[in-house]
């Protein structure tokens, strides 16, 4: 994985060393390289890390359509287990169905896995390559025309006409340019258990006394593997709340092993990050420059989940600066219809972020009220039914339209997978 190896013409046209640079390998980096380098471009993917994919910070879980949209025909081995949809748990045991198909990944093995397709297609992977500088130069007009990449790994300096930016939460590029917006974050930490029985749904529970702001998953893996996690804005107590919440529930006493990726004889302990939480950055596009996934801030803001949007958004940021290059240069002006692109696909940010901020302003016994009076199936609910539900609260608790539930189960559709939910 460790050659240059330009895999069309068009870079040694110039003076670059090839067209596209693809900051990161997660799942933005793989699916931009992958794309780019079908659509006949030489592409260069520079990760940090020693390896693809670990640690693995991520529930791990994607949604059927996820894959179909992306046209990604997922071998055996990347998959854990196949899954039949999220339930909700709220505060009172009260539990409603999202039922869709998806699965539960080995992440770790499904990053490897698209950047294999895309070496197959040319594109040339540098680990243990962190880019921490870039420069840009200019034509005779005083147009942009290329970046100087620099770093730490033997690869760098690295001449490129365009860079996409999958560093996730990280944001390389736009620390390095020192580019508008401030990203606020979330922090998830999970563990693996043993001997933890499913029925093939993804236990979801927002229940604030474990996971203030946030929620506890319960993730299954084939051969009784689970991920059990939790996302709060109390990052100092996350570890806490999520081990008082295997203490208290069916899970105490399971056994907590090291994931498989992990080497063997170190102490368990539990592995995770941190999430962007305030939505995209406001400049996704800049001259030669496309930001994706996390480093974008495309994540589904009720569960975090942010795969499928970086998919999405690495093969349409990859369409994208192929059709500027076909056009001549990668300026602003050109790339933009990214931006146009990913607005008018992607789901209201700030409406499900004012259904998420409405839940948690809900108590307990209100979140447990709200619920009981919802379907059994949230995923499919005509506009009848959304009648009925809103009569229902009307009837039994009028005070809880006052508070905006309404915002709230709208943040629940948008949670689907066809809004990029997961
Ligand atoms: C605990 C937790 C659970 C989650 N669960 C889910 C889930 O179940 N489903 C879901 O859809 N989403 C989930 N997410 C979110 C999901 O993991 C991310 O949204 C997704 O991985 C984003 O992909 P990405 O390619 O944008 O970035 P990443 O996957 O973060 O990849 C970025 C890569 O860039 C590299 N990099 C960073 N800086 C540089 C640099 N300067 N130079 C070179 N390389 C660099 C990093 O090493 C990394 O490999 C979870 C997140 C967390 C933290």
Known sequence: MDSIRPSRAMAEESDVD?????????????????????????VMVLEADPEIGTPVHCGECLSHLATEQLELDLPEHVIALAVDGVRVIFPDGTAKLLTEPGYVLEKHLFERWIMEQAEERGAAVHLGHRVTKMEREFNSENQFSNWSLDGRGDAFPIRCRGVI??????????????????????????????????????????????????????????????????????????????????????????????????????????????????????????????????????????????????????????????EALEAGLATKAQLSGYQRRWKATF?????????????????????????????EELGSMSPLQKLGIGLKILVRRPALLTKRVISVLLSFGYSRAKHFGW
């Not at 596209?20 to 780019?36: K, T």
């Open 347 to 375: 789901p209201p940010y700030h409406k499900i972020l004012r259904g998420k901020t409405a839940l948690y302003d809900l108590s307990d016994e209100e979140m447990s009220a709200m619920a009981r009076c919802l379907p």
């Open 18 to 42: 090839v067209d596209l640079v693809v900051i990161g390998a997660g799942p933005g980096g793989g699916s931009a390289a992958l794309h780019a380098s079908r659509l006949g471009l030489s």
């Open 165 to 322: 930016d999958a560093s996730g939460v990280h944001g390389a590029a736009s620390k390095i340019l020192d580019m508008p917006g401030d990203v606020e974050v979330i922090a998830g930490f999970q563990y693996e258990l043993n001997d933890v029985e499913n029925d093939g749904f993804l236990d979801f529970y927002i229940q604030p006394e474990y996971a203030p702001h946030g929620y506890v998953w319960m993730i299954p893996k084939a051969g009784e593997r689970a991920n059990v996690g939790l996302v709060t804005t109390d990052k100092k107590g996350a570890i806490k709340y999520l081990d008082q919440f295997i203490e208290d529930t069916y899970l105490n006493g399971k056994p907590h092993v090291n994931p498989p990726w992990r080497k063997e004889g170190i102490k368990v302990r539990p592995f995770g990050g941190t999430i962007p939480i305030s939505g995209p950055r406001p400049s996704t596009v800049e001259d030669g420059l496309l930001l994706v996934g996390d480093a974008a801030g495309f994540t589904s803001p009720l569960f975090e989940g942010g795969t499928h949007l970086a998919l999405w958004s690495g093969r349409a940021a990859a369409e994208t600066f192929a």
